[in-house]
């Protein structure tokens, strides 16, 4: 892994960044940041933009305007390839290759540490299903063998795009014990959810909307600037312009 990035300072800043796709922005005019050493929350429903931002920041999507810089570099340049981990909401392994054989195979694309293999089935807790074909996996397993290839070469920043999505919650506790693991590690991690209550678990919330950010903060903080007590009702009251 590279030195750590000091707590605190912006690991992704997006300035004025402009999605459009059919003719219809995706993404509108969107600044934010990313600070390192936290686990921020985008949240938002379905729609709203994530995935288009998620896609921006490693620099698989084509943008119209702005800028997106990630580690101090422009999104997508190839030195960032072992800098920065991306999982895709759907589970972007093989069915037909076991967990370890999937993981050798893109450590090999990575040019990751051979020994990064046994290490991060050992992060994701799936060290007694490490010989089992993936397409016999459930669900909640194989988004975690998608989060062990995200984890080779020790990346500086995660962005997780929905993993937790489908999970029961006993699935969604544990992952969410792991991101946090990760990030008392020094990892920085960007996970979006259009699951409201995953709020509590994140250190920053990002909220966006209909492709525009609608707040920025801490749990607490948007709470007692809406005046609600839980973090729907807050994001209603966003939207609808009647928090105190």
Known sequence: MSDVVKPGTAVVTVDHLQVVRGGQPVLADLSLSVSAGQVTGLLGPSGSGKSTLMRALVGVQVVESGEVTVLGQPAGWANLRHRVGYMTQQPSVYRDLTVRANLRYFAQVLGAPRQDVDRVIGEVDLTDFADRLVGRLSGGQQSR????????????????????????????????????????????????????????????????RDGELLADGTLPSLLVQTGERDIEAAFLALIEGTGK
């Not at 063998?145 to 962005?159: G, I, W």
């Not at 969604?172 to 409201?196: K, Q």
Request: aromatic share 4%; with cysteine.
């Open 145 to 208: 063998v998608s989060l062990a290839a995200a984890l080779l070469d020790s990346p500086e920043l995660l962005v997780l795009d929905e993993p937790t999505v489908g999970l029961d919650p006993v699935l969604r506790r544990d992952l969410w014990r792991l991101f946090h693991r990760l990030a008392a590690g020094g990892i920085t991690l960007l996970v979006s959810s259009h699951v409201m209550d995953e709020a509590s678990r994140c250190d920053r919330l990002l909220l966006l």
